[in-house]
T-cell receptor, first 109, second 114 residues
């Protein structure tokens, strides 16, 4: 079983749509959770950390369900510039990050 | 604009060649990392250096040899590579104890082994 599992997509949505990505992780001792964004042929960049109480940053909302070992990312009012691959990332603590393979999002005009 | 630079950006090498990848971070971080990203696979952590000391070697073959002369520079020396080593090699850095914790990535070196 993969340590971090994501639906690879692609999710193809029109501008203005709301889209949600899910991610599951296998190690219940995981302590920290993140969403990174990776544009085509570019490096990953931190989008947001995911906190136990859930957190929101503009159009982006992240949720964590420790009991189900499940993380989600909701994007409201999708923009063309949101087209990218979204990487679910988990840490057991410290510097070691475990990356999912990513979910690809395509936002069409 | 990234605070982590990598050179070269693209590299084509034969299986008998020796080459080196270079990474430099301008962020004052104390930890540096090498990752491998192959098509449709997750990023794989290869090596971690914390305050110039190697703290992780993720079962990487010896044909990959890291070097960290100081906390701002990181090298990956390559020799007798195999075609399956073709991938995007990403360098990253981070500040220990930072909150929120974040790794900053360089643009990567796209390596093709022929």
């Amino acid at each position: 079983r993969k340590e971090v599992e994501q639906d690879p997509g692609p999710f193809n949505v029109p501008e203005g749509a709301t889209v949600a990505f899910n991610c599951t992780y296998s190690n219940s001792a995981s302590q920290s959770f993140f969403w990174y964004r990776q544009d085509c042929r570019k490096e990953p960049k931190l989008l947001m950390s995911v906190y136990s109480s859930g957190n929101e940053d503009g159009r982006f909302t992240a949720q964590l369900n420790r009991a189900s070992q499940y993380i989600s990312l909701l994007i409201r009012d999708s923009k063309l510039s949101d087209s990218a691959t979204y990487l679910c990332v988990v840490s057991l603590g410290g510097y070691k990050l475990i990356f999912g393979s990513g979910t690809r999002l395509l936002v069409r005009p | 604009e990234t605070g982590v630079t990598q050179t070269p950006r693209h590299l084509v090498m034969g299986m008998t060649n020796k080459k080196s990848l270079k990474c430099e971070q301008h962020l004052g971080h104390n930890a540096m990392y090498w990752y491998k990203q192959s098509a449709k696979k997750p990023l794989e952590l290869m090596f971690v250096y914390n305050f110039k000391e190697q703290t992780e070697n993720n079962s990487v073959p010896s044909r990959f040899s890291p070097e960290c002369p100081n906390s701002s520079h990181l090298f990956l020396h390559l020799h007798t590579l195999q075609p399956e080593d073709s991938a995007l090699y990403l360098c990253a850095s981070s500040q220990e104890q930072a909150d929120p914790y974040e790794q900053y990535f360089g643009p990567g070196t796209r390596l093709t082994v022929t």
